[in-house]
C-alpha cells in the first residue's frame, strides 16, 4: 500500500519537468526532438543545428561574452537587450547626446556606431571529445594528476589544429568533467550600435520591476556585425561593409498564445542542477542570507543617499543596478528554495540514490561524504562570503586597496618599469573610480559592513587590529586619514617618485587594515576551503556518473557553463501564491497603469502615450486590438541567456528574452515547473518601437517579417 503512495511522488521528482534543461544544440535529434514534436514544433532537429547546412544556430551569437543576440537580416543586423548594450550605449552618450535617455537611431549605416572591444562570435561545430581528452585518465589518480594529464590532453588536441585570429578553438568540461566538448568558433570584432529605445522604454520600471512579473519593458537594442569586403571576419575598419549571415531569423507577426510551443537558444552563464542536498541546504540557510544581508545594507544606505540627490543619484544607478540585481535574486532564490521544498526533494532522491547504489554495489557512502565535507567547509566558507561582500566589495575603499596592492607587489617584485606602466593603468582605473564614488557613503558603509562582520564572524576572522573598536570612530580616522579618498588626493600621492608612493601606500592605515584581514583569509581561510573543495569537486564528478549510472530513465542535460544551449517550453502563465494567477501576456496598457510622470524608474514619453492614446499600433496589435509589450514562458534561462531569441514551433522570433520572475530564480539550482518562468519582450513590442515609436522604417524594411498562423496582413506595414 505505502508504495502506491510514494511511487507518484519520487516520479514525479526523476523526471525532468516539461521546460527543465538546457540542451546540447548537437544532441538534440538523439535526446529532445520527439519531445519537442510532441509540444507542437514543426522544425527537425537539424534545422536548429547543423554543420552541413544553415539552421538556426547560424543566427545566434555570444554576444560580447556576456550575453546572447541573434541576426534578424540578411544584412547582419543583431538583436539583444537594452541591459545587454547598456556599456556600450552609455560610452556613445553626453549630456549633449544622451543615448541612455532619449535612444538613439543611426538613419544609415554611416551613422552605426562602432564599438571597441565588442566581439559576436558563432558557434560553427561542437565535437565530441571525450575521448582524446581523458585519455590515460585513470580511477586511481588524484585530481591534481587527472587534471594534468587532462591538460596535455587538450594542449595535444588543439595543436592538430591551425586557426587564424578570428577563428577559436574552446575544449569545455561537461558533467562535471565526465565529458568534454570542443567548439569551433568564429568571431567578427566589428560590431556597431544601429538603435536604441530611451530608458523609459528599454529599462522601464528599472530595479523596482526587475526580476519581477508582470512587466512591462521593451529591453532591446540594435546592432549589426560588419565583415571585410568578402564578409570575412574582420577587425574595426572603415572598409568594412554589413555582414551577411548563413541563417537570419523572419520575426513572427501572428504572436504567441498561452500554451504554443517556445523555443530559447543562446549561452546560458552558470547554474548547479546536481548539487547534494546538504549544498543546496547551505546555499538557501546560509550563503544566499549572508549575501543577501551585507547588500541589504549596503544598498539601504546608497538608496538614503540617492533619493536625497540628483547628482548622488546619477553617480550611483549603475552601481546600484549592478548590486541590487544579485541581491534581488539571492533573496527570491532562497524563498523559492524553500517554497518548493528542494532540500527535502533531493533528499528524496538522495535516499532513492543510496538504494540504488547498495543494490549496484557501486558508488554507495557518497552522500554521506558529501554531508561531512560540505559541514567542515561551512565555516570556511561563510567567512569567504563575508570577506567577499564586505572588504571585497562593497565596502570600496576596502576593494581599492586590493589594487593598489597590486601596484605595490609590482613595485617589490618587477622594477620601477613594470610599476609605471601598472601605475598608468591604475591611474585610468582609479580616475573613473571616483567619479561614481562618495567617501562619505563608503564610510557609512563601511560603519555598517563592518559591524554585520564582527556580529557574524568569530573574533579570528576580523583584521585584529580593529578589536574593541567602535566602527564609527575607526571610520572617522580611517576616512580621514587616508590619502586615498579622492582623485586629487589619490593623483597627488601617484605623482610622487615611485618609492614615496609606495611608502605612503604602505603607510595608510586604511591599507594596513585591509592587508592585515587579506592575510588572514589567505593564511587561515583559503587552505583549509580550498582542500575541502577540491575533495568536492572530485566527489560531484563521481556523483554526476553515478547518477547517470543508476538513473538511465532519466535525461541528464549538462550544467549551464557559457556554451550555446536550446531550452524549450510553452508560453504559461503561474501561480506565484495562494489564490492569484499571473497571466502570462502584458499589455501597453499595463505601462499606461505603471506610468508615474517624472519617476526615475516609470516615467513614459509623451510619443509612446500619444500612440497609446490614438491606438496607433499599426499590423503589431493582437487579435483584440490591444499592443502586447511581454510575455512568460516555461524556457529553463539563466544569465547570459539575456538576449536571446524566443523562437516558435515553425524557428520565427516571436520574443526576446530577458528576465526570469522573481518566485523562479532558483531555477539556477533546481528548477521546478509551477513557478520557474522566464520573462520575454514580444517580438511585436520590439517592431512596433523601431517603426512606430522611432520612425527607423529602414529598419524593418531589411527584415523578414511573417504569418506562420496563416493570418494575412491586416494592414501592410506603413
Ligand atoms: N535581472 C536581469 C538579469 O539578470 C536584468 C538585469 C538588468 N536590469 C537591471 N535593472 N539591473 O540580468
Ligand atoms: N537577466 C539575465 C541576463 O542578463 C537573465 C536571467 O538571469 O534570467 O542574462
Not at 404 to 410: D, E, M, S, Y
Not at 709 to 718: A, F, I
Amino acid at each position: 500500500m505505502r508504495l502506491i503512495y510514494i511511487l507518484p511522488a519520487l516520479l514525479l521528482t526523476l523526471q525532468a519537468s516539461a521546460g527543465e534543461g538546457m540542451w546540447l544544440p548537437h544532441l538534440l535529434k538523439a535526446l529532445n526532438e520527439s519531445e519537442m514534436k510532441s509540444m507542437g514544433m514543426k522544425l527537425k532537429a537539424e534545422d536548429i543545428y547543423s554543420v552541413n547546412k544553415g539552421s538556426l544556430k547560424d543566427a545566434i551569437v555570444h554576444f560580447g561574452g556576456f550575453c546572447t543576440a541573434e541576426v534578424i537580416s540578411s544584412q547582419g543586423l543583431l538583436l539583444t537587450n537594452h541591459h545587454c548594450g547598456y556599456d556600450n550605449i552609455q560610452s556613445h552618450s553626453s549630456l549633449e547626446k544622451n543615448y541612455l535617455r532619449d535612444g538613439y537611431w543611426a538613419k544609415n549605416t554611416t551613422e552605426e556606431l562602432t564599438n571597441p572591444g565588442l566581439f559576436a562570435r558563432f558557434i560553427e561545430e561542437i565535437a565530441d571529445v571525450s575521448t582524446d581528452v581523458l585519455k590515460g585518465v585513470t580511477p586511481g589518480m588524484s585530481a591534481a594528476e587527472k587534471q594534468s594529464v587532462i591538460d596535455i590532453n587538450i594542449r595535444n588536441y588543439k595543436s592538430k589544429f591551425t586557426l587564424d585570429k578570428f577563428h577559436e578553438l574552446e575544449v569545455r568540461p561537461f558533467f562535471a568533467g565526465n565529458q568534454y566538448l570542443a567548439f569551433f568558433m568564429v568571431r567578427y570584432n566589428d560590431v556597431r550600435l544601429v538603435g536604441t529605445p530611451p530608458e523609459s522604454i528599454g529599462k522601464f520600471g528599472a530595479d523596482t520591476d526587475n526580476w519581477v512579473w508582470p512587466r512591462h519593458t521593451g529591453d532591446f537594442s540594435l546592432f549589426r556585425i560588419y565583415a571585410g569586403p568578402n564578409n570575412e571576419p574582420a577587425d574595426i575598419s572603415e572598409n568594412n561593409k554589413p555582414f551577411t549571415p548563413k541563417h537570419s531569423m523572419p520575426i513572427s507577426l501572428d504572436g504567441i498564445q498561452e500554451g504554443d510551443f517556445t523555443m530559447v537558444f543562446g549561452f546560458p552563464g552558470r547554474t548547479d542542477e546536481y548539487l547534494p542536498s546538504i549544498a543546496v541546504d547551505q546555499i538557501m540557510t546560509h550563503s544566499d542570507p549572508a549575501k543577501i544581508a551585507v547588500r541589504d545594507a549596503a544598498l539601504n544606505i546608497m538608496n538614503k543617499y540617492m533619493r536625497n540627490d540628483e547628482s548622488t543619484r546619477l553617480k550611483y544607478a549603475s552601481k546600484y543596478a549592478t548590486i541590487a540585481n544579485s541581491w534581488k535574486k539571492w533573496i527570491g532564490e532562497a524563498k523559492g528554495l524553500k517554497s518548493t521544498n528542494a532540500v527535502g526533494k533531493k533528499k528524496t532522491f538522495e535516499a532513492e540514490f543510496e538504494k540504488r547504489a547498495m543494490k549496484a554495489k557501486q558508488y554507495t557512502g557518497l552522500i554521506p561524504q558529501f554531508n561531512a565535507l560540505y559541514t567542515a567547509n561551512l565555516e570556511a566558507s561563510l567567512v569567504r562570503d563575508y570577506f567577499s561582500e564586505a572588504p571585497n566589495r562593497n565596502i570600496e575603499m576596502l576593494r581599492l586597496m586590493g589594487s593598489l596592492r597590486n601596484l605595490v607587489q609590482t613595485y617589490e617584485k618587477s622594477g620601477e618599469k613594470d610599476y609605471l606602466k601598472m601605475k598608468d593603468r591604475l591611474s585610468a582605473f582609479m580616475q573613473e573610480f571616483y567619479q561614481d564614488f562618495s567617501a562619505d557613503i563608503d564610510k557609512e558603509i563601511f560603519v555598517s559592513l563592518m559591524q554585520i562582520c564582527r556580529d557574524n564572524l568569530a573574533k579570528k576572522y576580523m583584521p585584529a587590529s580593529t578589536e574593541g573598536k567602535s566602527f564609527e570612530v575607526l571610520g572617522d580616522v580611517l576616512y580621514g586619514a587616508s590619502p586615498f579618498t579622492s582623485w586629487e588626493k589619490s593623483s597627488a600621492v601617484l605623482g610622487k617618485s615611485p618609492q614615496e608612493c609606495i611608502d605612503i601606500i604602505k603607510n595608510d592605515p586604511m591599507y594596513q587594515m585591509a592587508m592585515e584581514w587579506n592575510e588572514i583569509i589567505r593564511l587561515n581561510v583559503n587552505p583549509e576551503f580550498e582542500k575541502n573543495r577540491r575533495q568536492i569537486d572530485s566527489l560531484q564528478s563521481i556523483y554526476m556518473k553515478a547518477q547517470m549510472e543508476l538513473f538511465p530513465e532519466k535525461k541528464f542535460y549538462p550544467d549551464a557553463n557559457s556554451t550555446l544551449r536550446v531550452t524549450y517550453g510553452k508560453v504559461q502563465g503561474y501561480k506565484p501564491k495562494d489564490a492569484v494567477y499571473y497571466n502570462p501576456v502584458t499589455y501597453l496598457d499595463g505601462v499606461m497603469e505603471k506610468y508615474v510622470p517624472g519617476d526615475y524608474e516609470f516615467d513614459v514619453s509623451q510619443k509612446l502615450i500619444q500612440l497609446h492614446e490614438d491606438k496607433d499600433y499599426g499590423p503589431y496589435a493582437d487579435k483584440t486590438g490591444k499592443l502586447p509589450v511581454c510575455f512568460l514562458g516555461s524556457n529553463h534561462t539563466t544569465g547570459g541567456n539575456s538576449g536571446s531569441p524566443a523562437i516558435d514551433a515553425h524557428g520565427n522570433l516571436i520574443g526576446l528574452n530577458f528576465d526570469r520572475v522573481w518566485e523562479g530564480t532558483m531555477s539556477d539550482i533546481n528548477y521546478d515547473a509551477s513557478i520557474c518562468r522566464n520573462i520575454m519582450v514580444d517580438a511585436r513590442y520590439v517592431l512596433f518601437v523601431i517603426d512606430k515609436f522611432a520612425g527607423a522604417k529602414r529598419l524593418i524594411d531589411e527584415m523578414k517579417l511573417v504569418h506562420p498562423k496563416g493570418k494575412k496582413m491586416k494592414k501592410k506595414v506603413k
